[in-house]
């Protein structure tokens, strides 16, 4: 294992010491825990908006902090699910009287401590409500969930209920739109090669030179199907018929499309994928409203991709591009 760390059993803490200094302007991290705030919150008559999991996919989380986007991420310890007492300090230090809402990925851990921390919070007296994310249509099930994982499709949710609540809307509107959001997005993940936990110290799994994984999650767990590594457009065309035959497009819908990197992989490569997903995604009729091509959810060093696809309609294309200056978010 070659890493750029100073104890495999610390590295949670010694990279939030690091983002706090990377942005002092803007984050604070709540004393004695690892939860990540807005260094303003909570913000006067706002919905807050809190997520977070394991660490190890960053930017995601805590890089969607700011205005029109997250109030609070909390970071687990490496592709772990922080506990519910951390997710209660982030609760409350985001509520401001206007309740907050959890943007959970669908894994057991988190949807178990995510829920333990709302039944805290409302023993307390704050309004919580959540969505859960399953963007994932690789499996149906998994050694981390019960149905379809929430994987990179997660930012689209991040972004559509944190602007929706930055608008002020209320605690009910912003799970309206989260849960439309969930109800219109789909993502799909590969790799070539796997990611090495510091902890564990070895790959999460081998692969020859010439072998690749399709349907991977976001903790280095492996795919659904090993086959041997083909060109770039031939695994855009997988991915991309995953997705889109399992949601019905109709042409002339408008869709948002995310390119996402695993953690490893040239951008030159995820522009190469883009460019044969787009001519599909015209094929079948369908206009591009706006393309994110980039690192947005990772598996640490894994070196792949994903390809999501969120259906669009007029109040989430509005949300969608309206500002934030969460320093992870650019389009």
């Given at each position: 294992?070659?890493?750029?760390?100073?104890?495999?059993?610390?590295?949670?803490?010694?990279?939030?010491?690091?983002?706090?200094?990377?942005?002092?302007?803007?984050?604070?991290?709540?004393?004695?825990?690892?939860?990540?705030?807005?260094?303003?919150?909570?913000?006067?008559?706002?919905?807050?908006?809190?997520?977070?999991g394991g660490s190890g996919h960053e930017p995601a989380?805590?890089?969607?902090?700011?205005?029109?986007?997250?109030?609070?991420?909390?970071?687990?310890?490496?592709?772990?699910?922080?506990?519910?007492?951390?997710?209660?300090?982030?609760?409350?230090?985001?509520?401001?009287?206007?309740?907050?809402?959890?943007?959970?990925?669908?894994?057991?851990?988190?949807?178990?401590?995510?829920?333990?921390?709302?039944?805290?919070?409302?023993?307390?007296?704050?309004?919580?409500?959540?969505?859960?994310?399953?963007?994932?249509?690789?499996?149906?099930?998994?050694?981390?969930?019960?149905?379809?994982?929430?994987?990179?499709?997660?930012?689209?949710?991040?972004?559509?209920?944190?602007?929706?609540?930055?608008?002020?809307?209320?605690?009910?509107?912003?799970?309206?739109?989260?849960?439309?959001?969930?109800?219109?997005?789909?993502?799909?993940?590969?790799?070539?090669?796997?990611?090495?936990?510091?902890?564990?110290?070895?790959?999460?799994?081998?692969?020859?030179?010439?072998?690749?994984?399709?349907?991977?999650?976001?903790?280095?767990?492996?795919?659904?199907?090993?086959?041997?590594?083909?060109?770039?457009?031939?695994?855009?065309?997988?991915?991309?018929?995953?997705?889109?035959?399992?949601?019905?497009?109709?042409?002339?819908?408008?869709?948002?499309?995310?390119?996402?990197?695993?953690?490893?992989?040239?951008?030159?490569?995820?522009?190469?994928?883009?460019?044969?997903?787009?001519?599909?995604?015209?094929?079948?009729?369908?206009?591009?409203?706006?393309?994110?091509?980039?690192?947005?959810?990772?598996?640490?060093?894994?070196?792949?991709?994903?390809?999501?696809?969120?259906?669009?309609?007029?109040?989430?294309?509005?949300?969608?591009?309206?500002?934030?200056?969460?320093?992870?978010?650019?389009?």
């Amino acid at each position: 294992m070659k890493k750029i760390i100073n104890n495999p059993e610390e590295v949670v803490q010694d990279m939030l010491k690091g983002l706090i200094a990377a942005h002092p302007e803007s984050l604070k991290q709540i004393p004695n825990t690892t939860a990540i705030v807005r260094k303003d919150a909570p913000v006067a008559n706002k919905v807050g908006i809190v997520s977070g999991g394991g660490s190890g996919h960053e930017p995601a989380h805590a890089g969607y902090i700011g205005e029109g986007m997250l109030d609070a991420a909390v970071c687990g310890e490496m592709f772990t699910s922080p506990t519910p007492d951390q997710v209660f300090e982030a609760i409350k230090a985001v509520d401001s009287g206007s309740g907050v809402f959890l943007v959970i990925k669908n894994y057991t851990g988190d949807v178990m401590n995510f829920e333990m921390a709302a039944e805290l919070a409302e023993a307390e007296g704050i309004d919580v409500e959540k969505v859960v994310v399953n963007d994932d249509v690789a499996v149906e099930d998994s050694s981390f969930t019960t149905g379809r994982r929430g994987i990179a499709g997660t930012v689209f949710v991040h972004k559509i209920a944190g602007a929706k609540a930055d608008a002020g809307g209320s605690l009910q509107e912003v799970k309206d739109v989260a849960e439309k959001v969930v109800v219109n997005v789909r993502s799909m993940g590969m790799a070539v090669t796997p990611c090495t936990v510091p902890a564990a110290g070895k790959p999460s799994f081998t692969l020859d030179e010439n072998e690749m994984e399709i349907g991977i999650g976001i903790h280095g767990e492996p795919g659904i199907e090993r086959k041997k590594l083909t060109s770039a457009d031939e695994i855009a065309e997988e991915l991309t018929q995953k997705v889109l035959e399992d949601i019905e497009f109709n042409s002339g819908d408008e869709v948002a499309v995310m390119i996402n990197g695993m953690g490893a992989t040239p951008e030159m490569e995820l522009y190469i994928l883009n460019g044969r997903v787009q001519e599909i995604l015209h094929e079948r009729g369908l206009n591009v409203h706006k393309t994110f091509v980039g690192e947005y959810m990772t598996s640490l060093e894994m070196a792949g991709c994903s390809v999501t696809l969120l259906k669009l309609d007029k109040e989430t294309k509005q949300l969608l591009d309206s500002d934030s200056n969460a320093s992870a978010f650019h389009s």
